[in-house]
């Protein structure tokens, strides 16, 4: 509802929540005021109005006085606020499937719609407004009252606690009888892709005062590892789940199945979690008395907003729209977010502009859709979720996950550091501090654990460096065709050089025995799939139901692993190996056998672990036939992205591997001193070692053994594709 509207309620809830006879009074008394406060600048903004827009009228054709002139404007402003209040909340909920940002414009319509009723139901007609002219008069109408609501509620708790419940779709604290108070509930918030030293940085340069503030007051500030696929998928994951086995890249080709696997598709997201909770046989993090908003995966949670695995759903139990609903049903939300939406839209194309006239290298194509892509993310997914947890924080939820992708998005295109992606983190740290603040309202004491899943690695991409694409150096090794454009690069002509070059090679080789070798291939084999996921690319062989060996793809295509291996822009191949099992190639013909890698050889540059996150990932089922992790310079903290960001993650290199957890003192440490948090599935037991602490939802410290299927209440309940 409006913020007109919005005292109405509060006038309501005034009255009858007091605990005696003076306290109703005054009470009353304050409503009285905030009501005629209101309706008297509500009417003042109707009469400026009316003398600024010309086809906007509260006077009769023959003319009024001023006096009745003001009383019809007091008369249409009454009316607009019992409208807003009493309608606009049943209108939104009609339009619960309808997209995001379809439902973010259409409010302004809606609204105006309210007002021409308001208009109508003047008396004598002195009341006319156009269409147009209405929407703008409306959302005036709605931004001034819901600003003066607020300023005339914030130094009465009371007041500003109804208001906060209402904003965030709740009337009421949950039964204190069902919530035991002393019972600290939990708050993760992931912002998503920031990075330890990002994180660190931002808080010594003043962007993240909130942050700046939990730390002086005693919170532990603990880097963890990622693994090899140091992406949004694989980690959430195995965060909220307790495993991410089998998820080697963001996506992935699964030859049993023929099914292209993207992390952020619905139909994908859906069967990752349905893998992940038959395997560990328990619903989730969340499983019990949970929450889950902005999330790739619900968590287990009952409770869900904007999940991808819910939004899935057909028909009526898609609950992820709830919070949409309950944010847009106040129009003042709709107007604020959607002058924040096109304010940003605006600053992307002005700060897209100057990087393009200053030439600023690396810089990518950010137009199209990328504007209002960057828009909802950093403000329409920002404000919903927010709202979405504030409200969880109000009805005494015992633990709430929510994911803020501001970061990541903006960096993608405008890399991790800059301008850019400072203002973000500072918009995302009044965000924490607007939580905190709902905090000290909520029925319960709340812990907030802030988090991230991965950061970004900045530099040029693989394309931009080196004139061609992986699939292009791909099919050059492969000896299939390229474009004239690669072929015309200097990196293109090199391709092909030393294809040849290994291929001459190749030839020389002796011929091997054996059973293995000796088996024939496909005459005619398909292409080969070329995937990329930030900085680690994944090349498959469709038409070889297994897992290729090093000796059959040299068979097949003698060029293209020594094409590979040996380009400057590739760091490090993995392969299976017929002799060795699976091997890891780098440049200069070094080749080590996973069963005897270490952090050094050919993985020395990318940092401690980077050997045990390569030999797990080579365990996975479904790892492709040939995994291509980027070069990385440790001077520079550069990789190349196999697609277009030039902050990018998904591999090995850099900060994308060195995501952060941040929490408060009353928590247990997440290691013991001198250990490292290594993994997802371990931040993920972490994670439900505090919820014990705080007799939160009694869940399994560690996860059963998977068994063959899992209880039918563990499974999510979004059924996985046919």
């Given at each position: 509802?409006?913020?007109?509207?919005?005292?109405?309620?509060?006038?309501?809830?005034?009255?009858?929540?007091?605990?005696?006879?003076?306290?109703?009074?005054?009470?009353?008394?304050?409503?009285?005021?905030?009501?005629?406060?209101?309706?008297?600048?509500?009417?003042?903004?109707?009469?400026?109005?009316?003398?600024?827009?010309?086809?906007?009228?509260?006077?009769?054709?023959?003319?009024?006085?001023?006096?009745?002139?003001?009383?019809?404007?007091?008369?249409?402003?009454?009316?607009?606020?019992?409208?807003?209040?009493?309608?606009?909340?049943?209108?939104?909920?009609?339009?619960?499937?309808?997209?995001?940002?379809?439902?973010?414009?259409?409010?302004?319509?809606?609204?105006?719609?309210?007002?021409?009723?308001?208009?109508?139901?003047?008396?004598?007609?002195?009341?006319?407004?156009?269409?147009?002219?209405?929407?703008?008069?409306?959302?005036?109408?709605?931004?001034?009252?819901?600003?003066?609501?607020?300023?005339?509620?914030?130094?009465?708790?009371?007041?500003?606690?109804?208001?906060?419940?209402?904003?965030?779709?709740?009337?009421?604290?949950?039964?204190?009888?069902?919530?035991?108070?002393?019972?600290?509930?939990?708050?993760?918030?992931?912002?998503?892709?920031?990075?330890?030293?990002?994180?660190?940085?931002?808080?010594?340069?003043?962007?993240?005062?909130?942050?700046?503030?939990?730390?002086?007051?005693?919170?532990?500030?603990?880097?963890?590892?990622?693994?090899?696929?140091?992406?949004?998928?694989?980690?959430?994951?195995?965060?909220?789940?307790?495993?991410?086995?089998?998820?080697?890249?963001?996506?992935?080709?699964?030859?049993?199945?023929?099914?292209?696997?993207?992390?952020?598709?619905?139909?994908?997201?859906?069967?990752?979690?349905?893998?992940?909770?038959?395997?560990?046989?328990?619903?989730?993090?969340?499983?019990?008395?949970?929450?889950?908003?902005?999330?790739?995966?619900?968590?287990?949670?009952?409770?869900?907003?904007?999940?991808?695995?819910?939004?899935?759903?057909?028909?009526?139990?898609?609950?992820?729209?709830?919070?949409?609903?309950?944010?847009?049903?106040?129009?003042?939300?709709?107007?604020?977010?959607?002058?924040?939406?096109?304010?940003?839209?605006?600053?992307?194309?002005?700060?897209?502009?100057?990087?393009?006239?200053?030439?600023?290298?690396?810089?990518?194509?950010?137009g199209g859709t990328y504007p209002f892509v960057?828009?909802?993310?950093?403000?329409?997914?920002?404000?919903?979720?927010?709202?979405?947890?504030?409200?969880?924080?109000?009805?005494?939820?015992?633990?709430?996950?929510?994911?803020?992708?501001?970061?990541?998005?903006?960096?993608?295109?405008?890399?991790?550091?800059?301008?850019?992606?400072?203002?973000?983190?500072?918009?995302?740290?009044?965000?924490?501090?607007?939580?905190?603040?709902?905090?000290?309202?909520?029925p319960r004491p709340y812990r907030i654990v802030?988090?991230?899943?991965?950061?970004?690695?900045?530099?040029?991409?693989?394309?931009?460096?080196?004139?061609?694409?992986?699939?292009?150096?791909?099919?050059?090794?492969?000896?299939?065709?390229?474009?004239?454009?690669?072929?015309?690069?200097?990196?293109?002509?090199?391709?092909?050089?030393?294809?040849?070059?290994?291929?001459?090679?190749?030839?020389?080789?002796?011929?091997?025995?054996?059973?293995?070798?000796?088996?024939?291939?496909?005459?005619?084999?398909?292409?080969?799939?070329?995937?990329?996921?930030?900085?680690?690319?994944?090349?498959?062989?469709?038409?070889?139901?297994?897992?290729?060996?090093?000796?059959?793809?040299?068979?097949?295509?003698?060029?293209?692993?020594?094409?590979?291996?040996?380009?400057?822009?590739?760091?490090?191949?993995?392969?299976?190996?017929?002799?060795?099992?699976?091997?890891?190639?780098?440049?200069?013909?070094?080749?080590?056998?996973?069963?005897?890698?270490?952090?050094?050889?050919?993985?020395?540059?990318?940092?401690?672990?980077?050997?045990?996150?390569?030999?797990?990932?080579?365990?996975?089922?479904?790892?492709?036939?040939?995994?291509?992790?980027?070069?990385?310079?440790?001077?520079?903290?550069?990789?190349?992205?196999?697609?277009?960001?030039?902050?990018?993650?998904?591999?090995?290199?850099?900060?994308?591997?060195?995501?952060?957890?941040?929490?408060?003192?009353?928590?247990?440490?997440?290691?013991?001193?001198?250990?490292?948090?290594?993994?997802?599935?371990?931040?993920?037991?972490?994670?439900?070692?505090?919820?014990?602490?705080?007799?939160?939802?009694?869940?399994?410290?560690?996860?059963?053994?998977?068994?063959?299927?899992?209880?039918?209440?563990?499974?999510?309940?979004?059924?996985?594709?046919?």
């Open positions: 509802m409006s913020g007109w509207g919005d005292v109405w309620a509060e006038g309501a809830g005034g009255v009858g929540d007091g605990r005696g006879r003076d306290r109703r009074w005054r009470g009353a008394g304050r409503t009285a005021v905030r009501v005629l406060s209101v309706w008297g600048v509500s009417t003042l903004t109707l009469l400026v109005l009316a003398g600024l827009l010309p086809d906007f009228q509260l006077q009769s054709p023959g003319g009024d006085s001023f006096t009745r002139t003001a009383l019809t404007a007091a008369w249409a402003a009454g009316a607009f606020g019992l409208l807003t209040a009493l309608v606009w909340p049943l209108v939104v909920r009609a339009f619960l499937l309808v997209p995001a940002l379809v439902l973010g414009l259409l409010v302004f319509f809606l609204n105006g719609s309210l007002l021409l009723v308001a208009l109508w139901l003047i008396p004598d007609g002195r009341g006319a407004a156009d269409p147009e002219t209405a929407v703008v008069v409306a959302a005036v109408m709605s931004a001034v009252a819901s600003a003066t609501s607020t300023a005339l509620a914030v130094r009465d708790d009371e007041a500003y606690r109804r208001r906060l419940y209402r904003q965030t779709g709740r009337t009421s604290p949950r039964d204190p009888r069902s919530v035991p108070a002393p019972a600290p509930g939990t708050v993760f918030v992931q912002l998503d892709g920031v990075g330890h030293e990002a994180l660190r940085r931002a808080v010594a340069d003043g962007l993240m005062p909130t942050v700046a503030g939990w730390l002086d007051a005693g919170h532990r500030l603990t880097p963890w590892r990622t693994d090899w696929s140091s992406q949004t998928g694989a980690s959430q994951l195995g965060i909220l789940h307790g495993t991410n086995e089998d998820v080697p890249a963001f996506r992935w080709y699964e030859k049993d199945t023929g099914r292209l696997m993207v992390s952020n598709r619905p139909a994908s997201a859906v069967e990752l979690q349905r893998r992940a909770v038959r395997r560990t046989g328990d619903g989730g993090l969340l499983s019990l008395d949970g929450a889950s908003r902005g999330n790739l995966f619900s968590g287990g949670a009952d409770q869900v907003a904007l999940v991808l695995t819910v939004a899935a759903r057909r028909g009526r139990r898609n609950r992820s729209r709830a919070g949409y609903v309950a944010y847009f049903a106040d129009p003042a939300n709709a107007v604020r977010t959607a002058g924040s939406l096109v304010n940003e839209v605006v600053r992307e194309l002005a700060q897209s502009t100057r990087a393009r006239l200053r030439r600023e290298t690396p810089r990518i194509r950010r960057r828009a909802f993310a950093t403000v329409v997914e920002r404000d919903v979720v927010v709202a979405a947890v504030m409200g969880d924080m109000l009805a005494g939820r015992t633990a709430v996950y929510a994911d803020l992708v501001a970061y990541d998005e903006v960096a993608h295109h405008s890399g991790p550091r800059g301008r850019d992606t400072d203002q973000v983190l500072r918009r995302l740290d009044r965000s924490l501090g607007l939580v905190a603040r709902v905090a000290e309202h909520a802030l988090l991230s899943d991965h950061g970004q690695s900045p530099g040029e991409t693989f394309a931009g460096a080196y004139g061609l694409t992986l699939k292009d150096l791909v099919r050059a090794g492969c000896g299939l065709p390229v474009s004239r454009r690669v072929g015309r690069t200097r990196s293109g002509a090199e391709a092909r050089d030393a294809a040849r070059d290994a291929l001459r090679s190749a030839l020389h080789r002796p011929v091997e025995t054996g059973e293995e070798t000796r088996r024939e291939l496909p005459a005619r084999p398909s292409e080969p799939v070329v995937l990329a996921s930030g900085n680690l690319g994944l090349i498959s062989f469709p038409d070889v139901p297994h897992r290729m060996t090093r000796e059959e793809i040299d068979r097949r295509h003698p060029a293209l692993l020594r094409t590979l291996a040996q380009h400057p822009g590739i760091g490090f191949l993995l392969v299976a190996s017929a002799e060795h099992g699976s091997v890891v190639m780098g440049r200069d013909g070094v080749e080590v056998p996973v069963a005897e890698l270490a952090d050094d050889g050919p993985l020395a540059v990318f940092g401690r672990g980077a050997a045990d996150a390569v030999r797990r990932t080579d365990g996975f089922p479904h790892v492709a036939d040939v995994m291509v992790n980027s070069m990385y310079d440790p001077a520079t903290g550069t990789v190349h992205a196999f697609e277009e960001q030039i902050g990018s993650h998904g591999g090995l290199g850099g900060e994308q591997s060195r995501p952060f957890l941040l929490s408060p003192p009353e928590l247990s440490p997440p290691v013991a001193e001198g250990e490292e948090l290594v993994g997802a599935e371990h931040v993920h037991r972490v994670l439900r070692r505090w919820l014990r602490e705080g007799d939160g939802p009694q869940v399994p410290l560690a996860p059963p053994a998977a068994p063959e299927t899992a209880p039918e209440a563990a499974r999510p309940a979004a059924p996985g594709p046919p």
